[in-house]
């Protein structure tokens, strides 16, 4: 497969789940799409017709607990972010993903039954070249004690998150994590969800996260892990983090060359960075793969370094 071509699935694969939040059973297919076409989501079940819709920075309308999909009609499908992370984080271009509920199944949490769902889809190159947003200048966002960024980089897209939850057993954690389909697979798409014992309760009794179970949480209390089976990484909470940030900022429509930094940040914050990039034409530009492989020099940032600690609730609000 050449890497300057738009890429697609060479056919549909389906996974089935519950809804972190219902507790009812869905299913997600995923699919092939033109060239062009980005990631379509295509809500079934409904009452009449079928829904479509593309996922784009403009197409969402929550970010709460989780980043939420809609359009004038209302929400469309919610925790988009893990699927997204997923064909973002493997390469793909141009897919549908096909939902017969109003959310994407949890799975167990992470990235990885949608990966899974892709290698046994295929993946096949398209007569296109591919095309990326190269960020040309920093943008910020501050939302209370959260801080994120997009910044100019030369080698792909970079993401580098920091956590500090007061939680001790969580604690502060950071990861710096350079894109791709092999570093996608090995690093980050099994890092799964996580919340602390007393805001899951909480969140039950409101009727929320009645999906959520040890098979598909990361769940501690305020002295120590408790999932029998252990973490899959000393630091699977920020990379967690990476994942979610990798499936928000998968909703620029293109992949991005740049760095993006986050520090006390959730799907708000993803989604505000990449909302304010979008909003300012001077800070960005598409670019074919041949241009991507040539930066402008005047453009790109040398050196990589870290921010902030974060202090929020885990599987509160704009916490995954």
Request: glycine share 10%; hydrophobic share 40%.
């Amino acid at each position: 497969m050449k890497l300057n071509r738009q890429t697609t699935l060479r056919s549909q694969a389906t996974v089935t789940g519950v809804g972190v939040h219902s507790g009812l059973p869905v299913h997600l297919t995923l699919g092939p799409a033109p060239v062009d076409a980005g990631f379509i989501f295509i809500r079934t079940g409904l009452e009449g017709a079928d829904r479509e819709i593309q996922a784009t920075a403009d197409a969402v309308i929550a970010t709460e607990f989780a980043t939420v999909l809609g359009d004038r009609q209302g929400p469309l499908v919610s925790t988009a972010e893990h699927v997204l992370a997923a064909l973002r984080g493997m390469g793909i271009d141009n897919a549908t993903i096909e939902v017969d509920g109003p959310e994407v199944p949890i799975m167990d949490g992470s990235a990885a039954a949608f990966v899974a769902a892709i290698d046994q889809a295929g993946i096949v190159s398209q007569p296109a070249v591919r095309r990326f947003i190269q960020v040309l200048k920093p943008v910020q966002v501050k939302i209370g004690d959260s801080v994120g960024e997009l910044r100019p980089f030369a080698g792909g897209f970079r993401a580098e998150i920091e956590i500090d939850f007061t939680n001790p057993v969580i604690g502060r954690q950071s990861y710096s994590f350079d894109l791709s389909p092999e570093r996608f697979r090995r690093e980050v798409s099994r890092a799964r969800t996580f919340g602390c014992m007393n805001d899951v309760a909480r969140l039950w009794g409101a009727g929320f996260a009645l999906g959520a179970s040890f098979e598909n949480t990361v769940v501690f209390d305020e002295t120590r892990l408790l999932n029998t089976e252990g973490l899959r990484y000393s630091d699977e909470c920020a990379r967690h983090k990476v994942l979610d940030a990798i499936g928000d900022l998968a909703l620029a429509g293109l992949p991005l060359l740049g760095i993006y930094r986050s520090s006390r940040g959730g799907h708000k914050l993803n989604n505000a960075v990449l909302k304010t990039l979008l909003a300012d034409r001077s800070a960005w530009r598409v670019v074919e793969s041949e241009t991507a492989r040539r930066p402008s020099r005047s453009h790109v940032e040398a050196g990589a370094g870290t921010v902030g600690g974060l202090i929020a609730p885990a599987y509160g609000p704009d916490v995954s």
